[in-house]
């Protein structure tokens, strides 16, 4: 009789979990593209916000962010392109207001240069610090024992030599 409780019970909990999990993971909602939105539009959006970074996640593209900012800037730029901005508007509307780590591909210039070259100068720097540590490191070990330390080692490794 208890076998068959807790087999009925079971498969009840099992059917109930599972419909919990479907009923409310928000992970299968999507972003629903608006049903007037035509093809060459929605291949625009897709092109811009995949060249603008997450300002709040940074190493995600804004197209790929599930950040409320980027909610709020893809709603920013479908409006745009619905209200007939070229490419070139919306890229300087986003960068004005951003700056250009907005970008992806910022233009070089001046104010770009650390953005561009920052990441090899960390690198050149870090490999020349290891490499000045490891030179200071092998010529320390070089150094011959003066006379002084080389009694002072004679008499430890005497005395602690067993007594035979």
């Not at 993971?25 to 629903?32: Q, S």
């Not at 709040?56 to 197209?63: F, G, I």
């Not at 479908?78 to 509307?93: P, T, V």
Request: charged share 25%; proline share 4%.
């Amino acid at each position: 009789m208890c076998q068959y409780l807790t087999a009925k019970y079971s498969k009840r909990l099992l059917i109930f979990c599972l419909l919990c999990f479907f009923a409310g993971n928000p992970a299968l909602a999507g972003n629903a593209a608006p049903a007037a939105w035509d093809e060459t539009a929605e291949r625009r959006f897709n092109v811009i916000v995949a060249e603008l970074r997450c300002l709040v996640c940074q190493n995600e593209s804004l197209a790929s962010s599930n950040a409320e900012l980027a909610h709020d800037l893809r709603r920013e730029i479908r409006g745009m392109i619905e209200a007939g901005k070229s490419d070139d508007e919306i890229m300087e509307f986003m960068v004005g207001r951003y700056g250009d780590f907005a970008r992806y591909r910022p233009p070089l210039k001046g104010t770009t240069l650390l953005l561009w070259f920052g990441p090899a100068l960390l690198l050149a720097g870090g490999v020349g610090g290891l490499f000045v540590f490891l030179r200071r490191r092998s010529r320390a070990v070089d150094l011959p024992l003066s006379e002084a330390e080389r009694r002072k080692a004679d008499r430890l490794l005497r005395s602690s030599e067993p007594e035979s």
